[in-house]
């Protein structure tokens, strides 16, 4: 997945022709060079800009940086979101002051997981009702965003390899088109193409859709109610990632092991992948229980 992108994008104004809503563009640019804050925010607000359009991310820019100018950070702060939101792969350019760059840094790390999610949502939406063109394009898109966020947060990445195996298996699932028949060839017989070398791709392990844990009731426990139960319990996941089995490996409480095993056995994976193909494999889950 890692061919999916490559760097950010620097959306410029370099565009062919003048539309008028490039027109005020250029108007608030020329009322932010000459510092009349107010006025290239008052033409902000009337300029109207669709959805997605480059004209948008730059009427937010301009806005954001205007109040910056007028000492409103809060407000600044709304308006790189709108940035960051609209178009995800922005990033100021080193002609920018270094404390609008730092600002804009610090609202788009906030931002882009909760944006990853919502594509990752919506890529799972399309998948889910088996519209697997529109899946890959949004799989793929999530992966971008999250390959563009700082992943320090251990759920991000598990969501960068959630999105990534469904990106596989969505592409897999899209019915694959066969050639036409070679000009000249003889009816009935196979066009001799040269052989190919296979890409042999690097094993995946399976990755957790559904993986709650049944409730804990510390009520009868008694005085062992502040206690940490720990144990493990392996399953069995086959090729469509459901499980198969389940065993418990290392005893977490008498009253919660069965508990487990039931719960274990409506869990749900993204399969295990060898050279690309879905295969049977084995998850070992280490279960905690501590007191609330």
Sequence with gaps: MSGLWSAPIVLSLALTGASPS??????????????EYESALAA???LSTSTGAPEATEVERY????????GRSTDADAAFERVVRNDPWYEPGEQEPPRVRAAFAAVRARVLPEVARARYAEAKAAYDRKDY????????????????????DPALRDLRTLASGFFDLSRAAIPKVPPPPAAGADEGAAAAEPASPQTVLPPTEPVAIEQGLPPWNTVLLGSHAQMEFRGAIEVSIDETGAVTSARI???VHPAY?????EAASTWRY???RRNGKPVASTKRVEVVLRPR
């Design 22 to 35: 490039q027109d005020a563009v250029d108007a608030v640019r020329q009322l932010y060079a000459a510092a």
């Design 44 to 46: 902000l607000d009337r």
């Design 63 to 70: 806005r954001a940086l205007c109040l910056m100018a007028l």
């Design 133 to 152: 063109p529109a899946a890959v394009a949004g799989f793929e898109r999530s992966v971008r965003i999250l390959d563009a966020a700082e992943l320090a």
């Design 249 to 251: 490996v290392q005893a």
């Design 257 to 261: 092991d069965p508990l487990l095993r």
């Design 270 to 272: 993204v399969p295990a």
